[in-house]
């Protein structure tokens, strides 16, 4: 405990000397060589041929952030509960500052929310509503008026109290949902379906929205149960998610009309059904990847079907001279830490020469326990941070260089087209 509050400290000092943002950044962290619309809120824009996302003092922003920003590691069975020091998130705040970061990500300690950067939050639609009702194979009915309900009491708990937030970046509506039954999916709520979503909709009790809804589509195909082919399946699909967008938006905006919706983070495996079906819902469609490289073909394309701007909500690298197992977590190890820097270098620079790219989400702040953290067991050299708190410096220097550059270097190879 004494060795992680030296760390704070001295990330505190570090901190308390760079001053206020630097010139060619708004508080937001948004670049003012280039303007937008000002809007009072973050949103989207295209600029001549490429999205931004755009701060309320209307200056361009490239969404840099970090997942899961907490005091203590992640639930490692050993792990006693130790109070964070009160400056804590103040000093956090700063390092990632110093290290070019501009938004908190997913599943960050409140504390993170009233420090100066933008952040997200995720509502949790689908999973409020599988642990509320009985669910066909883990699958909510999205046409039940349960459903509706349910994230409508959501949205009004989540959302109504950050209507005037403006360093409210957006909302994720869930994490990682599998939508057709080749989907492979990890996180925080799992589940792969048995069958495509129109035939697990015709599991459903008769008397039900979603049994009915599916009945009419075969009877509008003219189809029978023991003859649904893959147009059918994806015809459904399409229907079935435009359904859950539509409701999400509706909820969300019905208590906040101010901030975007970032998408639903899907889990490697997008098809084009699914997001034709969210696309006009969703105002970025965020994509979580621990690939080596970027998919850039898959993101490019996830644009085309939508018409919307990406995010990569999640990647991350893992080094095996950590010390760490390395072996539960997404990813393939590298060998070293420079290797993470070099990973981390080329793959957000790949990102942003994508005129559709808008951000990426660096998981995580902190690395996970040697033992496992507790549900999954999960055991990587995810973090900027050590367990103690001392930073990876190979890593974090690199971050801080390459991270300062984007802007540029987006705008630069935009004007290369």
């Known amino acids: 405990m004494k060795q992680c509050l030296l760390v704070f400290v001295a990330a505190f000092l570090l901190a308390s000397t760079l001053g206020a943002a630097p010139p060619q950044y708004d508080k937001y962290g948004g670049w003012s060589k280039l303007k937008g619309s000002k809007t009072g809120f973050f949103h989207t824009q295209q600029i001549k041929g490429r999205w931004w996302l755009v701060t309320p003092e209307g200056n361009v922003f490239i969404s840099k952030g970090v997942c899961h920003i907490s005091f203590e590691e992640e639930g490692g069975p050993q792990a006693p509960h130790v109070p964070a020091p009160s400056n804590w998130a103040g000093t956090v705040g700063q390092q990632l500052r110093e290290w070019g970061f501009n938004t908190v990500g997913s599943w960050s300690e409140q504390d993170m929310y009233t420090i100066g950067l933008a952040y997200t939050l995720i509502l949790g639609a689908a999973g409020t509503a599988r642990r509320l009702a009985t669910a066909t194979d883990g699958v909510p009915d999205y046409f039940s008026e349960e459903f509706r309900t349910s994230t409508d009491r959501l949205a009004q708990k989540l959302c109504s109290p950050r209507a005037s937030d403006p360093w409210l970046l957006g909302y994720f509506t869930d994490n990682e949902q599998a939508w057709t039954s080749n989907n492979l999916s990890w996180g925080d709520e ?21 049994y009915q809804k599916a009945d009419e589509f075969m009877k509008t195909r003219g189809m029978i149960k023991g003859a649904i082919t893959e147009d059918d399946r994806a015809g459904f699909q399409e229907l079935v998610t435009a359904e859950y967008a539509h409701v999400c938006r509706e909820a969300i905006h019905r208590y906040d009309p101010n901030h975007i919706i970032l998408g ?16 006009p819902y969703f105002d970025v469609i965020s994509f979580n990847n621990y690939d080596s490289r970027p ?4 993101l490019e394309h996830l644009t085309e079907v939508s018409g919307k701007p990406i995010m990569i909500s999640e990647f991350s690298f893992k080094a ?27 793959y957000v620079q790949d990102l942003v020469a994508m005129p559709s790219c808008v951000g990426f989400h660096w998981f995580e702040y902190r690395d996970e326990p040697a033992a496992g953290r507790r549900g999954d067991g999960e055991n990587s050299n995810y973090g900027l941070v050590k367990i103690d708190g001392a930073p990876w410096e190979v890593l974090t220097l690199r971050m801080r260089e390459v991270n300062a550059s984007l802007e540029t270097l987006a705008v630069q190879k935009q ?3």
């Open 320 to 346: 095996m001279d950590s010390g760490l197992p390395n072996t539960k977590g997404a990813g393939q190890p590298v060998a070293t830490q420079p290797d993470r820097a070099n990973g981390f270098t080329q």
């Open 295 to 298: 998919p850039v073909w898959k």
């Open 264 to 279: 639903c983070r899907y889990a490697g495996h997008a098809p084009d059904p699914v997001v034709r079906g969210m696309g």
């Open 415 to 417: 004007k290369g087209r």
């Open 190 to 210: 799992p589940w792969n379906l048995k069958q495509s979503l129109l035939e697990t909709y015709l599991k459903l009790p008769p008397n039900s929205a979603g």
